[in-house]
């Protein structure tokens, strides 16, 4: 039986976590003896409770800090990793592969890169601040078996930096919400055309010039939800006018998607975005901004119509291209089930656990 340790800051259900979580229920138990580590508080406990009752073994440090587990040793971590003697580490994120990076000992040292970090970084830390922790996780990487890059168009960046470096796409389960949500509780008529954001509403998502875009181009029958908080709120709703649902964050978006027609995103930079592989399982047709990532999805959809992507200044145009396109909710469900799921995701990342 081969001991696998996945290693993430704290387990949520969003982004990487939800990559995290479906490798974990789609790995047979018994082949893997499947443990995870999280580094820092923020753990969702009913995530946590979910996976011990499962038999998954989660440990959770409690004395780490970020500045030293950068800087110097992380004791706890490497006393759990030596103690389980695992087979492979999975880390995801910068923090799990420094710590990953450091460790002196016969375990296969495996990571998923979730995003394109020249531009993520960047964005997020600014100029200089992004220059030392670009410097310090490329140098982590080099040091893991694989680098797994979370798309085609991540690799395609990464690959010019990295020699050890692949791609394997993220997948998802099949999506179910947890509760029902009708278009009368979000004030919107049931013959409307209904759009829908999910996600952080800061600068990166570049969701108050969505916003600003959609109140000048939509027409009378259609209609925006915006899920999500953050740093850009309240810009957000000045800019909002009566077609506009801000709807905060919800625990489950997919009962919201599941009253929508289009998932829309104006993002500056991702790596595989989980919240359009969900609306793609909900049937949702896409109309994205046109970066890499993006462009990828859309382009896979070689025998169904899966929508558009737009760029700073053809915003209109590529939306009445969509209002033109029939949206075949079924096919585009499919599609993601049998091109994108987790399962794929899986049985993919197996042949680098076992080679």
Same mark, same amino acid.
């Given at each position: 039986?081969?001991?696998?340790?996945?290693?993430?800051?704290?387990?949520?259900?969003?982004?990487?976590?939800?990559?995290?979580?479906?490798?974990?229920?789609?790995?047979?138990?018994?082949?893997?003896?499947?443990?995870?580590?999280?580094?820092?508080?923020g753990?969702?406990?009913?995530?946590?409770?979910?996976?011990r009752?499962k038999?998954?073994?989660?440990?959770?440090?409690?004395?780490?800090?970020?500045?030293?587990?950068?800087?110097?040793?992380?004791?706890?971590?490497?006393?759990?990793?030596?103690?389980?003697?695992?087979?492979? &580490?999975?880390?995801?994120?910068?923090?799990?592969?420094?710590?990953?990076?450091?460790?002196?000992?016969?375990?296969?040292?495996?990571?998923?890169?979730?995003?394109?970090?020249?531009?993520?970084?960047?964005?997020?830390?600014?100029?200089?601040?992004?220059? &030392?922790?670009?410097?310090?996780?490329?140098?982590?990487?080099?040091?893991?078996?694989?680098?797994?890059?979370?798309s085609?168009?991540?690799?395609?960046?990464?690959?010019?930096?990295?020699?050890?470096?692949?791609?394997?796409?993220?997948? &998802?389960?099949?999506?179910?919400?947890?509760?029902?949500?009708?278009?009368?509780e979000?004030?919107?008529?049931?013959?409307?055309?209904?759009?829908?954001?999910?996600?952080?509403?800061?600068?990166r !998502?570049?969701?108050?010039?969505?916003?600003?875009?959609?109140?000048?181009?939509?027409?009378?029958?259609?209609?925006?939800?915006?899920?999500?908080?953050?740093? !850009?709120?309240?810009?957000?709703?000045?800019?909002?006018?009566?077609h &506009?649902?801000?709807?905060?964050?919800?625990?489950?978006?997919?009962?919201?998607?599941?009253?929508?027609?289009?998932?829309?995103?104006?993002?500056?930079?991702?790596?595989f975005?989980?919240?359009?592989?969900?609306?793609?399982?909900?049937?949702?047709?896409?109309?994205?901004?046109?970066?890499?990532?993006?462009?990828?999805?859309?382009e896979?959809?070689?025998?169904?119509?899966?929508?558009?992507?737009?760029?700073?200044?053809?915003?209109?145009?590529?939306?009445?291209?969509?209002?033109?396109?029939?949206?075949?909710?079924?096919?585009?469900?499919?599609?993601?089930?049998?091109?994108?799921?987790?399962?794929?995701?899986?049985?993919?990342?197996?042949?680098?656990?076992?080679?």
């Amino acid at each position: 039986m081969l001991k696998v340790g996945f290693v993430t800051n704290y387990i949520v259900r969003n982004g990487p976590g939800n990559v995290i979580l479906n490798l974990i229920s789609n790995l047979d138990d018994a082949r893997y003896e499947i443990s995870l580590i999280t580094l820092f508080e923020g753990n969702d406990t009913y995530v946590v409770k979910n996976l011990r009752n499962k038999g998954v073994r989660v440990y959770e440090c409690v004395t780490l800090n970020r500045t030293m587990c950068i800087l110097s040793r992380a004791a706890e971590f490497e006393e759990i990793v030596q103690r389980e003697n695992f087979d492979v &580490i999975h880390s995801h994120g910068f923090i799990g592969d420094i710590l990953s990076s450091r460790l002196n000992l016969p375990v296969k040292r495996i990571t998923t890169i979730h995003n394109n970090m020249y531009e993520d970084y960047l964005d997020t830390y600014g100029y200089a601040k992004s220059r &030392i922790f670009i410097a310090l996780h490329m140098a982590a990487l080099k040091k893991l078996d694989e680098c797994v890059c979370c798309s085609k168009s991540v690799y395609d960046v990464m690959k010019q930096h990295l020699p050890n470096v692949s791609f394997i796409r993220n997948g &998802i389960e099949p999506t179910h919400a947890h509760s029902v949500v009708t278009r009368a509780e979000v004030n919107v008529p049931e013959d409307a055309r209904v759009f829908l954001y999910a996600g952080v509403l800061n600068s990166r !998502k570049n969701i108050v010039w969505l916003i600003e875009n959609f109140v000048q181009c939509h027409e009378n029958d259609e209609y925006l939800l915006v899920l999500g908080s953050g740093e !850009k709120e309240a810009e957000c709703k000045a800019k909002a006018d009566d077609h &506009i649902r801000m709807l905060g964050f919800q625990t489950d978006p997919i009962a919201y998607m599941n009253i929508s027609d289009v998932y829309v995103s104006a993002s500056k930079s991702e790596g595989f975005s989980i919240s359009v592989l969900e609306a793609l399982s909900c049937g949702l047709g896409l109309l994205l901004s046109d970066i890499p990532s993006h462009r990828e999805v859309v382009e896979m959809g070689q025998d169904v119509y899966l929508g558009e992507v737009f760029s700073l200044d053809n915003f209109k145009f590529k939306l009445d291209a969509l209002r033109k396109k029939k949206i075949d909710k079924a096919e585009i469900s499919a599609f993601q089930e049998n091109e994108l799921s987790a399962k794929e995701m899986t049985k993919q990342y197996e042949n680098f656990y076992i080679s």
